[in-house]
């Protein structure tokens, strides 16, 4: 009998620790996406034709793929420079930024990070670069 009550609280301790920590993430997590908004490929292009928005276009992507079609006005600094040194990114702070990537993979490590800096006005694109094209929309291209 002292070994089914022993089980029993073995069980219980984790399944209320196990609770615990899902509340505390679910909270952080929360908490940590209030700074960023996620926009359609649709919503990008209408506000980047509002010339009274000042939006930061961050392209996150290598520079070869940036080269080979990009959101015309966005700027260039791969996720991985960015994540060396992430002071490249401090004359944007109090700028609206919209960072993306090729699919969203690197831009959501870029954005994780922006968000830890206190980085508040950060847009997401859903679907990134593949949406964009994928809608049509227009891309600049840099010939060497």
């Not at 490929?41 to 506000?47: A, H, R």
């Not at 702070?93 to 950060?122: H, M, P, T, W, Y």
Request: hydrophobic letters at 40%.
């Amino acid at each position: 009998m002292k070994c089914t009550g022993c089980i029993s609280i073995i069980l219980i301790a984790p399944n209320k620790v196990m609770k615990r920590l899902f509340l505390v993430l679910t909270l952080s997590l929360s908490l940590n996406s209030l700074s960023t908004e996620l926009w359609t490929v649709n919503e990008l292009k209408d506000s980047i034709s509002d010339t009274e928005r000042d939006l930061v276009l961050l392209d996150v992507r290598t520079q070869s793929e940036y080269d080979s079609g990009h959101i015309k006005n966005a700027i260039n600094i791969s996720h991985e420079k960015i994540l060396e040194t992430p002071e490249l990114l401090a004359e944007y702070k109090d700028n609206q930024i919209v960072v993306f990537c090729r699919s969203g993979v690197r831009a959501g490590k870029v954005i994780q990070l922006l968000e830890s800096l206190g980085f508040d006005d950060i847009i997401d694109i859903d679907g990134d670069m593949l949406a964009w094209s994928e809608a049509g929309y227009s891309v600049e291209i840099i010939n060497e």
